[in-house]
């Protein structure tokens, strides 16, 4: 299995510049989630997603952040325009899902995306 | 304000000592999950306590929840340079909730 697989692993932008990371999730996993992890707040949950459908988005931090999943094998988190204080790591993680079943809630992280605005 | 405090948020320590990292809320979880991620890389699921005063071992490592499950510890036996990384508990607050809230993580690290 290929894991979680996300790209770029590096990013380097200035100010003002769109940026999109990309994630392609465990192939058969029903839940896509964006993270955030900063040394200050450490890791934070943007969106998820079930079935390619946006469930709880209130992690997003404003306006600028957008998050897609045209379908089930490719998601995008978008920032435009970019700001210095979006320098991060972004994770995305998926999971099978079930009902309190914890094999299926695993969530199963890609390598992550470094994330630097100048 | 983190809803997860973990402490020590920093550990240095020999190799072949022990060590408790600890998880503690005042809300209850349904279950609790700890992590370990190393440079470069997403955290890696290590175990999840569902059970409050559930105990659950890993080789050298020990991971409890509380009875009121609104806290959790790991304890690190013999520690080895391998252990080193930084440590994260995640809870759910609901059976079958697909959300995680993590702690700030503790790193880690092991001295040979």
């Known amino acids: 299995d290929a894991g979680v697989i996300q790209s770029p692993r590096h990013e380097v932008t200035e100010m003002g510049q769109e940026v999109t990371l990309r994630c392609k999730p465990i192939?058969?996993?029903?839940?896509l989630f964006w993270y955030r992890q900063t040394m200050m707040r450490g890791l934070e949950l943007l969106i998820y997603f079930n079935n390619n459908v946006p469930i709880d988005d209130s992690g997003m931090p404003e306006d600028r952040f957008s998050a897609k999943m045209p379908n089930a094998s490719f998601s995008t988190l978008k920032i435009q325009p970019s700001e210095p204080r979006d320098s991060a790591v972004y994770f995305c993680?998926?999971?099978?899902?079930?009902?309190?079943?914890?094999?299926?809630?695993?969530?199963?992280f890609g390598p992550g995306t470094r994330l630097l605005v100048l | 304000t983190q809803l997860l405090e973990q402490s020590p948020q920093f550990l240095s320590i020999q190799e072949g000592e022990n060590l408790t990292v600890y998880c503690n809320s005042s809300?209850?979880?349904?279950?609790l999950q700890w992590y370990r991620q190393e440079p470069g890389e997403g955290p890696v699921l290590l175990v999840t306590v569902v059970t409050g005063g559930e105990v659950k071992k890993l080789k050298r490592l020990t991971f409890q929840f509380g009875d009121a499950r609104k806290d959790s510890s790991l304890h690190i036996t013999a520690a080895q340079p391998g252990d080193t990384g930084l440590y994260l508990c995640a809870g759910r607050m609901s059976q079958g909730a697909q959300k995680l809230v993590f702690g700030q993580g503790t790193r880690l690290t092991i001295n040979p």
């Open positions: 192939s058969g996993h029903d839940y």
């Open positions: 993680a998926s999971s099978l899902g079930g009902y309190h079943q914890v094999a299926k809630e695993t969530q199963y």
């Open positions: 809300s209850v979880f349904s279950s």
